[in-house]
């Protein structure tokens, strides 16, 4: 990881998309870029790997399903079995159409509760962190975009600067 | 331009044959006699190890039946037959049940599988009607696959409706309301005569597939049109927009509709708020199936060169979706009607789980676990083979659907897929295939007019 990073600071997401492209292709290592929003495509464009959580989405669907069968079954038909409508109130199966919206809420609040979770922890996000966000204004409406230096310095100073960037400035590493 | 090639013509021709001899079977072996039907019966069963007699089997069977669908609707039209014809013999009665329903048989294959391939036509008119009036971006290079699709809706509705005016005629007793001697002894359908007889239902009809088609012809003139306007010239384009938009609305009403006419009407006894939606729910399923196994063959070979696998994932997306949103409805249903168990609700389900037990739950296995599980994972979305093996299991699955909607009221527990079933299929299959392959070689591929046809072309996911 080099010392020096560049901070190339964009007011428009289409120019920042156009201008990640433009230092990729020039073999330039981009450490961060901060958006205030998600931008369509830029993980493609930052060369990103695709995401798992869509795996442990699966997952998680598939654990809450099971907690919500093995919870039913107790409450409804081991623990306390009554009678709702005249329905058979022993057996599992014959009640399953009752069940369903149980099962299938359970699902949904598993999967997406333990993803969000999820996410969090793999973004090292948690309560009081403080912000590593190099410039307030990306939470509002400028873009960032974090540059490794290797090589020619101004070289890459001028790219940027033809890229769109409102603004070029190079900072020290604080985590190298 | 696409050519229609002489191999898949003949395909189209041998199903065709091979659907003309099933269905000829099918209303050739129908019996013409109560003691014939009987013998019939008695034979499948004796075939498989059963003991019953055939006039023994007659009377026992009388006896649990009128226990058990008590409120079906063909056990009113039965009872009605016992009271008019027969006074209290209910073997005898029973015996005429059986033949009526012996008869319906290849009445009903021949009307599910004209009706599952027509929903086919029209579902993709609707889904083609929404693309248009949401100014979608992507599917433009698909218009012309979808075009094609709705080809059919013309052969369908004219077969639908000739089929109809000859249920109208009582060439067959698959709508039990049509039979004025049942309506004189049912009560619940008499209520109902001001909406369910003959010259509205007709009248009704009429004006559905008028609509319908009149939509088609349009907005297909038009899509052509604006490929051979100048550019910068969206008038064209600019019509189609806002009568798809008025199409959708009369699409919605009269599809609802429809679907209590042509098939909840069957069970004129039942009723379901949602029917209509849950028809719609197949019929853009297997619609969007369809498109995109079309598009996959003409991609195979060889045509349609800018549609990649962002535009099959995206339809593959709604494949997914479809068939979620179809089981939501298909529960819904269920459940309301089987928690409340209301008698004259609940027959429906009854007669479905009694004697339809394998392709009712088969269905939702078809319908919702396969599609579920195969599809949900973004990268099978862009495969091929994957939507095609999905794709198969789909168009199988709604049409057992269509299926268990037409058969327990017209044919009871009488069912079985033999020559007419398959042959009815077979058929339409292949009148399907001519129809829509013939029409897509008529224009080219891409509508190259479409203002939106770079957005199209660019499209990534």
């Known amino acids: 990881m080099s010392s020096?990073?560049?901070?190339?600071?964009?007011?428009?997401?289409?120019?920042?998309?156009?201008?990640?492209?433009?230092?990729?292709?020039?073999?330039?290592?981009?450490?961060?870029?901060?958006?205030?929003?998600?931008?369509?495509?830029?993980?493609?464009?930052?060369?990103?790997?695709?995401?798992?959580?869509?795996?442990?989405?699966?997952?998680?669907?598939?654990?809450?399903?099971?907690?919500?069968?093995?919870?039913?079954?107790?409450i409804m038909i081991a623990d306390w079995p009554q009678n709702i409508g005249g329905k058979p109130s022993f057996s599992f199966l014959e009640n399953l159409p009752a069940f369903v919206p149980v099962i299938f809420e359970m699902t949904v609040f598993f999967a997406a509760h333990l993803m969000v979770i999820t996410f969090y922890l793999r973004s090292r996000l948690w309560p009081f962190k403080?912000?590593?966000?190099?410039?307030?204004?990306?939470?509002?409406d400028k873009f960032l975009m974090q540059v490794a230096i290797s090589g020619d310095e101004k070289k890459l100073v001028s790219l940027l600067k033809n890229s769109g960037a409102i603004d070029v400035s190079i900072h020290e590493n604080q985590d190298a | 331009m696409y050519t229609f090639t002489q191999r898949l013509k003949i395909t189209a021709y041998v199903l065709m044959g091979l659907g003309l001899i099933g269905?000829?079977?099918?209303?050739?072996?129908?019996?013409?006699?109560?003691?014939?039907?009987?013998?019939?019966?008695?034979?499948?069963?004796?075939?498989?190890?059963?003991?019953?007699?055939?006039?023994?089997?007659?009377?026992?069977?009388?006896?649990?039946?009128?226990?058990?669908?008590?409120?079906?609707?063909?056990?009113?039209?039965?009872?009605?037959?016992?009271?008019?014809?027969?006074?209290?013999?209910?073997?005898?009665?029973?015996?005429?049940?059986?033949?009526?329903?012996l008869q319906n048989k290849p009445w009903a294959a021949l009307y599910v599988a004209a009706f599952f391939f027509f929903m086919i036509a029209l579902g993709t008119l609707a889904f083609y009607a929404i693309q248009r009036a949401a100014q979608a971006g992507w599917p433009i290079l698909l218009y012309r696959v979808m075009e094609g699709i709705t080809a059919y809706l013309v052969p369908g509705s004219i077969i639908i409706y000739v089929f109809l005016v000859l249920t109208g005629l009582h060439a067959n007793h698959l709508f039990v309301w049509m039979d004025a001697d049942t309506v004189a002894h049912d009560e619940i359908i008499q209520g109902k005569?001001?909406?369910?007889?003959?010259?509205?239902?007709?009248?009704?009809?009429?004006?559905?597939?008028?609509?319908?088609?009149?939509?088609?012809?349009?907005?297909?003139?038009?899509?052509?049109?604006?490929?051979?306007?100048?550019?910068?010239?969206?008038?064209?384009?600019?019509?189609?927009?806002?009568?798809?938009?008025?199409?959708?609305?009369?699409?919605?009403?009269?599809?609802?509709?429809?679907?209590?006419?042509?098939?909840?009407?069957?069970?004129?006894?039942?009723?379901?708020?949602?029917?209509?939606?849950?028809?719609?729910?197949?019929?853009?399923?297997?619609?969007?199936?369809?498109?995109?196994?079309?598009?996959?063959?003409?991609?195979?070979?060889?045509?349609?060169?800018?549609?990649?696998?962002?535009?099959?994932?995206?339809?593959?997306?709604?494949?997914?979706?479809?068939?979620?949103?179809?089981?939501?409805?298909?529960?819904?249903?269920?459940?309301?009607?089987?928690?409340?168990?209301i008698p004259e609700e609940v027959t429906y389900f009854l007669t479905r789980i009694d004697d339809y037990n394998l392709p009712f739950f088969g269905m939702v296995v078809l319908n919702f676990v396969f599609p579920l599980l195969i599809l949900m994972s973004s990268d099978y979305k862009r495969s091929n083979w994957i939507i095609v093996m999905a794709g198969i299991m789909i168009v199988i699955g709604h049409y057992i659907d269509i299926f268990n909607m037409v058969m327990p009221a017209t044919v009871g527990d009488q069912w079985f897929i033999g020559w007419p079933e398959l042959g009815g299929f077979l058929f339409f299959a292949g009148l399907f295939i001519y129809v829509v392959f013939r029409a897509i070689s008529k224009a080219p591929l891409e509508a190259s007019g479409d203002p939106y046809v770079g957005e199209s072309e660019k499209f990534v996911y």
Request: net charge negative.
């Open chain 2, 23 to 101: 269905l000829t079977i099918g209303f050739l072996s129908t019996p013409d006699t109560v003691a014939e039907a009987q013998a019939m019966v008695a034979d499948a069963h004796g075939g498989h190890g059963d003991s019953h007699a055939a006039d023994a089997h007659g009377a026992a069977d009388s006896d649990t039946h009128a226990g058990e669908h008590a409120d079906a609707s063909h056990d009113s039209s039965h009872d009605a037959h016992a009271d008019a014809s027969h006074g209290d013999d209910h073997g005898d009665a029973h015996g005429e049940h059986l033949l009526h329903q």
């Open chain 1, 4 to 74: 020096k990073l560049v901070h190339a600071v964009y007011d428009d997401d289409d120019t920042l998309l156009h201008a990640v492209k433009d230092v990729k292709k020039a073999d330039y290592h981009i450490e961060e870029v901060f958006t205030p929003f998600p931008v369509h495509g830029l993980d493609h464009a930052m060369g990103l790997a695709g995401t798992r959580i869509a795996i442990m989405a699966f997952m998680y669907g598939v654990l809450g399903f099971i907690v919500a069968i093995t919870m039913i079954n107790y």
């Open chain 1, 130 to 140: 403080k912000a590593e966000n190099p410039m307030p204004e990306t939470t509002d």
């Open chain 2, 193 to 341: 005569v001001g909406y369910l007889n003959v010259p509205f239902f007709m009248l009704r009809a009429a004006i559905y597939l008028i609509g319908w088609n009149l939509y088609r012809y349009f907005s297909r003139r038009f899509s052509l049109a604006q490929d051979s306007a100048a550019t910068g010239d969206i008038r064209n384009y600019k019509k189609n927009f806002r009568m798809s938009a008025a199409f959708l609305v009369f699409f919605f009403v009269t599809e609802s509709m429809m679907s209590w006419d042509w098939i909840m009407s069957l069970d004129p006894h039942w009723f379901s708020t949602l029917f209509g939606w849950y028809v719609l729910a197949s019929m853009l399923v297997t619609a969007v199936t369809v498109i995109a196994l079309v598009t996959i063959y003409l991609k195979s070979k060889g045509y349609l060169p800018k549609v990649n696998h962002n535009h099959l994932h995206d339809l593959a997306k709604f494949m997914f979706g479809l068939s979620v949103f179809w089981t939501y409805l298909w529960f819904s249903q269920f459940m309301l009607i089987w928690y409340s168990n």
